[in-house]
């Protein structure tokens, strides 16, 4: 299963963190201002990624993950 994440890394930390993990662009400002970020979300939403401003680069990155199987639930 491939999913993917965006993955803001700050140039300076950012309460004692340089890198966030997010599942939409709109999480990322539920977190952070957009002068934290360095730009507003329409931007993002008209950028390709990587995107960096002058406050952090945001990228997009998949997630892989094995299959679960659960033998309880197997016929």
């Not at 491939?2 to 140039?11: E, G, S, Y």
């Not at 963190?17 to 934290?36: K, L, W």
């Amino acid at each position: 299963m491939d999913v993917k994440i965006i993955k803001v890394q700050f140039h300076v930390p950012v309460d004692g963190r340089q890198e966030y993990y997010f599942t939409s662009f709109a999480a990322i400002y539920e977190r952070f201002t957009a002068q934290q970020i360095g730009c507003a979300l329409c931007t993002l939403w008209a950028s390709t990624l990587p995107k960096a401003t002058t406050q952090c680069v945001i990228s997009r990155h998949s997630v892989f993950s094995k299959p679960q199987s659960n033998p309880k639930n197997s016929p």
